[in-house]
């Protein structure tokens, strides 16, 4: 079982940055394909951006591609995804997410993660 921390939410301007990190307990995240996820109230989970175990291969939602990037440090046990850019309809709960597969095919689908936060607030106000 992996447990898995976000931090890094809260509230900014519109054109603002933040940074979200998401960290295991009690478990290492080198061998999982990670992800970021977020959700509005009234609609279904989104893929934001995802990042294989080797972090070689990224990709992003149509939605945040040049705005966003994750990264991955695999020493410290943590995974980003900083924010540029911040509009109002970022505002969301963003949940990392991950998933054990020896292939570094990364998947935008939530059914295909293991492994979940709990969620992180972020709030973009206009």
């Known amino acids: 079982q992996v447990q898995l921390i976000e931090s890094g939410g809260g509230l900014v301007q519109a054109g603002g940055s933040l940074r979200l990190s998401c960290a295991p307990s009690?478990?290492?995240?080198?061998?999982?394909?990670m992800g970021w996820f977020r959700r509005v109230p009234g609609k279904e989970r989104e893929f934001v951006a995802g990042?294989?175990?080797?972090?070689?291969?990224?990709i992003y939602g149509d939605s945040v591609k040049g705005r966003f990037a994750i990264s991955r440090d695999n020493a410290k046990n943590t995974l980003y995804l900083q924010m540029y850019s911040l509009k109002p309809e970022d505002t969301a709960v963003y949940y990392c997410?991950?998933?054990?597969?020896?292939?570094?095919?990364?998947?935008?689908?939530?059914?295909?993660?293991?492994?979940w936060g709990q969620g992180s607030q972020v709030t973009v106000s206009s």
């Open positions: 997410a991950a998933r054990s597969s020896r292939s570094t095919v990364v998947s935008t689908n939530v059914f295909d993660y293991d492994y």
């Open positions: 009690g478990r290492t995240l080198w061998s999982y394909n």
């Open positions: 990042i294989s175990w080797t972090g070689n291969n990224i």
